[in-house]
């Protein structure tokens, strides 16, 4: 398995929704990232889990919430969003993430888009 | 701290004709660097990377890149595209080492446009 699956494919939820996105890979990787696309634009790193543990929170604000339960999993628990919060929102993962560890590239999933109304 | 311009927004092209998509990165320290292909809706592609060895490298769908240190450049090549190469294209950057936080940092894109 070299994927990364990301569930939902599409979201619409309203401003006062409690909803999560999930990611999941089975490719042995240690470090697994949230990041968030808007339309015409690069991806922006939002968290990086790397064995587990947050490591890296790119200042993103408290109504998105991550989680890590286990080293393929992934989620991303979003509350009280705004309409500026809509975009496509990839998953990642590489084989390791901070230090001196050997690097061998990242995986994207293919995203959800999420629609905030 | 690291940064990647693409320096081409859009590149039109006919079907059959050659491409390069330009790249620059800015960094102190040694790094690794990608291409990805991103099509209408879908996720990220990798399209080829240079971790080390050898600065001509080649990747998927034809594509191949060149790494040049002294420029700290590393255009992205095809020398015929097809009209399903029409796509967003990101250049990316991280870096090698202690200073390795995981973070990959991308261009702002390029839009390849073939025409038949």
């Known amino acids: 398995d070299t994927e990364v699956t990301q569930t939902p494919k599409h979201l619409v939820m309203g401003m006062t929704n409690k909803k999560s996105l999930k990611c999941e890979q089975h490719?042995?990787?240690?470090?697994m990232y949230w990041y968030k696309q808007k339309a015409k634009k690069p991806p922006e790193l939002m968290f990086v889990?790397?064995?587990?543990?947050?490591?890296i929170n790119e200042s993103v604000p408290s109504r998105f919430s991550p989680e890590c339960p286990n080293s393929s999993l992934l989620n991303l628990h979003l509350h009280a969003l705004q309409p500026e919060d809509s975009a496509l929102y990839l998953c990642?993962?590489?084989?390791?993430?901070?230090?001196?560890?050997?690097?061998?590239?990242?995986?994207f999933g293919s995203g959800t888009r999420l629609t905030v109304v | 701290a690291q940064s990647v311009t693409q320096l081409d927004s859009q590149v039109p092209v006919f079907e059959e004709a050659p491409v390069e998509l330009r790249c620059n990165y800015s960094?102190?320290?040694?790094?690794?660097l990608f291409w990805y292909v991103q099509y209408p809706n879908q996720g990220l592609q990798l399209l080829l990377k240079?971790?080390?060895?050898?600065?001509l490298v080649k990747g998927i769908n034809g594509f191949e890149a060149e790494f040049n240190k002294s420029q700290t450049s590393f255009h992205l090549r095809k020398p015929s595209v097809h009209i399903s190469d029409t796509a967003e294209y990101f250049c990316?950057?991280?870096?090698?080492?202690?200073?390795?936080?995981?973070?990959?940092?991308f261009g702002q894109g390029t839009t390849l446009q073939v025409k038949p």
């Open positions: 990642a993962s590489s084989q390791s993430g901070t230090g001196n560890l050997v690097y061998y590239g990242y995986t």
């Open positions: 490719m042995g990787h240690r470090a």
């Open positions: 889990y790397s064995y587990e543990k947050l490591s």
């Open positions: 960094s102190s320290v040694s790094v690794y």
């Open positions: 240079y971790l080390s060895g050898s600065t």
């Open positions: 990316a950057v991280t870096t090698l080492g202690s200073s390795n936080t995981g973070k990959l940092i």
